[in-house]
């Protein structure tokens, strides 16, 4: 599993616990070295000091000649009987506590009989503790030093990285006269990625300068077929026709006017904020939607469906009429389309509208991805490639408003958006 602590947490926990597994093993050895030398110097001193006994002292009758410190003990001389304490001790080096008091005792095995050489180690023992807790304060100043060395480390380590995303968040790295960054860093690591990135944005900013030529060219091109064809359906309306040749044109108005409305519509999400004409809000929700309402109101008759207009708040805010016109036209023409019988309801509010119908409604399962490019209902009506709604959803999340689909109690679907997003509105179905 990938860690989720920040890069520089990381290696400051590196380094404390290399220092914390290299200075322990030290501290350790220390200690180790300390008891191994204390036991072979001490063994030898007192395997001396009792050859020295038995065979000069002893063996003569002279009192054993020892300081004050040492005590002779033997199992076959009644004047230094070995005490309880001591008795059964193994051969050889041999530490002794008792209570708050250490002692050494060495052993040793002479035909049968036992000896032994017990000498106090009070101030030994205190130096020994001293050392230890020199050893012990070391280690764990090597600790505390390393965790600021760590700190200062890491800092340094991660400061050109810090950089380098400093630059990526705050430079407007996508126009085409940003510097390169690599040059700013030396050919390591951190060079190499900022030369991975100024190459990935490259071919960004190369395909972003293909969409720019492209939506130009579209531009350009499709808005004079469309100007020919209002024009021609403009000088035919005048003419006299009969009423199937009429119907006719005047459906051929209506779709020169929808794909006239969605090259605008088009042209308008492929531009950037720092192309403030093209978000130009100087249009109320009342009058968009009365456009709208004169457009569609017909075509909801001739299919014998019930069209309403509800007033529900009064909204004073001003909104693109481009994308509020697109974002409403989709949602009735996906009503016009799934209703077979009932109603259209167009409901407005304060800071929103609502779109309900009485038709099929769409499955609770379909509710998150009905707003998917391609994906259409089971139901699916016309020639549409489902994407409808995938351009309504594209212009709120551009235009910061909220759009929620949730079905009726009686049947039907309601659409519901939001100019002012609160926390709790979720693009999915409710």
Known sequence: MV????????????????????????SLSIVAVVHVIEEHLVSEELNRELNTVLHEDIKHGISPRLDTSTR?????????????????????????VEGDRAFYVFVQEINGNTYQLVQEQHEFEAREQALYS????????????????????????????SRLAQQVRHRDQLHTLAPPLAPDYPDDEIGQLAAAFDSTLGQVRQ????????????????????????????????????????????????????????VQTFLQLARGKTNETAFVADSSLA???????????????????????????????????????????????????????????????????????????????????????????????GEGLGLGLSLVKRICAKQGWGISVHSQAAGGTCFNVTFTQAAEEVLTSL
């Open 207 to 262: 395909s972003l300068e293909r969409e720019r030529l492209f939506t130009s060219d579209v531009s350009h091109e499709l808005r004079t077929p469309l100007m020919v064809i209002a024009s021609s359906c403009e000088l035919l309306a005048e003419a006299t026709l009969l009423p199937r040749e009429r119907e006719q044109l005047q459906r051929i108005s209506r779709a020169s006017e929808e794909m006239r409305e969605l």
């Open 287 to 381: 009058q968009v939607a009365s456009e709208q309402i004169e457009r569609w109101e017909p075509m909801f008759k001739d299919k014998g469906l019930a069209f309403q207009c509800q007033q529900e708040g009064s909204d004073s805010g001003l909104y693109n009429p481009t994308f509020l016109g697109t974002v409403m036209a989709n949602l009735l023409r996906n009503a016009l389309h799934y209703t077979e019988h009932g109603f259209v309801r167009l409901v407005l509010e304060d800071g929103g509208f609502r779109v309900e119908d009485s038709g099929s409604g769409i499955p609770l399962a379909q509710h998150e991805q009905i707003f998917q490019p391609f994906v259409r209902g089971n139901q699916a009506r």
């Open 134 to 161: 020199v050893v012990l304060a070391g280690f764990l100043l090597t600790v505390v030093g390393a965790w600021g060395l760590g700190l200062v480390m890491a800092r340094k380590v991660m400061a050109p990285i």
């Open 3 to 26: 860690s989720k602590q920040p890069f520089s947490r990381r290696i400051l926990i590196a380094f404390v616990l290399m220092t914390v597994l290299v200075s322990g093993l030290f």
């Open 72 to 96: 002779f003990f033997a199992s076959d001389l009644p004047d230094y009987p070995i005490p309880e304490q001591y008795a059964g001790l193994p051969e050889g080096f041999n530490e002794v």
